[in-house]
């Protein structure tokens, strides 16, 4: 929501969602999109590995409410995960260190430029903060 505009990153919804990410999504220092326990809603069989585009999201978040060593930390954490051409797929297998399922993926390099140009301090309008 902060990363388009919508509320302000210190709102109190915002900063709520971010806990609960951290709660009960946040699985060896990375997010899941779906609760481990939750019945999957995507048709796909089998189980799932963190979601990198997710994990870039919390970066985004992290460093927008002011948490810019977390923001740091977590980027540095998903920059590991690179194969020895830097690129990532969707999802990624902590148990085996192994990415997984479409590769490479759009939407994690897309989440990894607009967080390394966030952490620069050269994001474009839409991950500024702003208030309403």
């Known amino acids: 929501m902060p990363l388009v505009g919508f509320l302000p990153a210190d709102d109190e919804r915002v900063l709520s969602t971010i806990a609960a990410v951290e709660r009960e999504l946040f699985r060896d220092g990375l997010v899941m999109r779906y609760r481990p326990n939750m019945r999957k809603v995507d048709g796909l069989p089998g189980n799932e590995g963190v979601f990198l585009p997710c994990s870039f999201w919390l970066v985004d978040c992290f460093y927008l409410i002011g948490r810019k060593k977390d923001a740091r ?22 148990k085996q260190k192994r990415l997984l399922g479409n590769f490479p993926q759009a939407f994690s390099h897309v989440g990894l430029i607009n967080s390394a140009q966030l952490l620069a301090g050269k994001a474009g309008a839409a991950s500024r903060k702003r208030r309403t």
Request: aromatic share 10%.
């Open 73 to 94: 930390m977590l980027f540095e954490r998903l920059l590991d995960l690179r194969n020895p051409l830097g690129l990532l797929s969707e999802e990624y297998d902590p």
